[in-house]
């Protein structure tokens, strides 16, 4: 038997999609404007409060996306600690970050059209295959919350790399305080 | 629905801002950023291909975990040994610390 399907107009189904389209390139042209100004400008505080920025637009991208769990740890995890790590670090290194000295080396002319020619490449890459099916399949999938699929994943297939992700945290943690103790010990300093 | 190439465009601009940033800046800090926006790239590209080619299985979703778990733990260590090298040094900028260069 057939499923009655919810009265639902051309009107409407074009007026959704432009809404994600519109969502879409509103957090696409905020990502790639802050990510811009963070390579691009001369105070490092300020390009790294733009980068804040930039994981926010790409923690929209993932909720278009449908990764609620994703996106909110985009904005725990790089906002809250990578972002405030890198502000720590930039204020006791704070004498050498005045806006005077040069941020950039004299290679950007080098620079330019190796990242230029990488972005060529990928363009091309892209075009050259087609995407279409793959967005079939997720216009006929209904979105769902994504947290207890990440979290099955993670305690049963992905158990191993779950254990060794933690490893990794501890070591670097450690090493990390290691590094940036003080060298109390006399002799070598 | 936004396409697929959309965000595999997005992914592809934005991991060639984080190769200039990378490529471009004298600051240790700067070349981490650049390299957290590489990696912020890569991201877009697991979580979009998980939900347009496996929307039930999220193995995408898991590996951006682990990729973000990865990047936590590498900026941690990059930016201790950025306060070591001030702290002997007095330098930040990666063209100026040459002191292993043969």
């Known amino acids: 038997m057939q499923f009655s399907i919810p009265h639902i107009t051309v009107q409407d189904v074009i007026h959704f999609i432009t809404i994600q389209r519109i969502m879409f390139a509103a957090l696409g042209a905020l990502t790639l404007g802050s990510a811009l100004l963070v390579v691009t400008l001369k105070n490092i505080f300020h390009s790294l409060l733009f980068m804040a920025l930039a994981f926010l637009g790409v923690a929209g991208i993932y909720l278009l996306l449908n990764a609620d769990f994703i996106a909110a740890v985009q904005v725990l995890v790089y906002i809250g600690a990578i972002t405030v790590l890198m502000m720590f670090a930039l204020m006791l290194t704070q004498k050498l970050m005045s806006g005077k000295i040069t941020q950039t080396m004299e290679q950007w002319i080098l620079a330019a059209?190796?990242?230029l020619g990488i972005l060529v490449i990928l363009f091309r890459i892209l075009v050259l295959n087609n995407w279409s099916a793959a967005d079939h399949i997720a216009l006929t999938t209904p979105s769902m919350p994504?947290?207890?699929?990440?979290?099955?994943?993670?305690l049963t297939k992905f158990?191993?790399?779950f254990e060794l992700a933690s490893v990794v945290l501890l070591v670097a943690m450690v090493g990390a305080i290691v590094l940036a103790k003080e060298d109390k010990s006399d002799g070598s300093s | 629905m936004v396409p697929l190439s959309w965000y595999l465009m997005l992914s592809a601009a934005l991991f060639c801002i984080?190769?200039?940033?990378?490529l471009t800046r004298r600051?240790?800090?700067?070349?981490?950023?650049?390299?957290?926006?590489?990696l912020n790239a890569s991201n877009i590209n697991l979580v979009a291909f998980a939900r347009f080619l496996h929307p039930a299985i999220l193995t995408g979703q898991v590996f951006t975990v682990f990729v973000i778990t990865v990047a936590a733990a590498e900026v941690a260590v990059g930016l201790a040994i950025v306060i070591a090298a001030y702290r002997n040094m007095h330098l930040v900028n990666v063209d100026e610390i040459d002191v292993m260069r043969w």
């Open chain 1, 113 to 115: 059209p190796i990242s």
């Open chain 2, 18 to 22: 984080g190769v200039f940033g990378v």
């Open chain 1, 159 to 161: 158990v191993l790399p």
């Open chain 1, 146 to 154: 994504t947290t207890p699929i990440i979290g099955n994943a993670l």
């Open chain 2, 27 to 38: 600051n240790a800090i700067g070349i981490l950023m650049g390299i957290e926006l590489m």
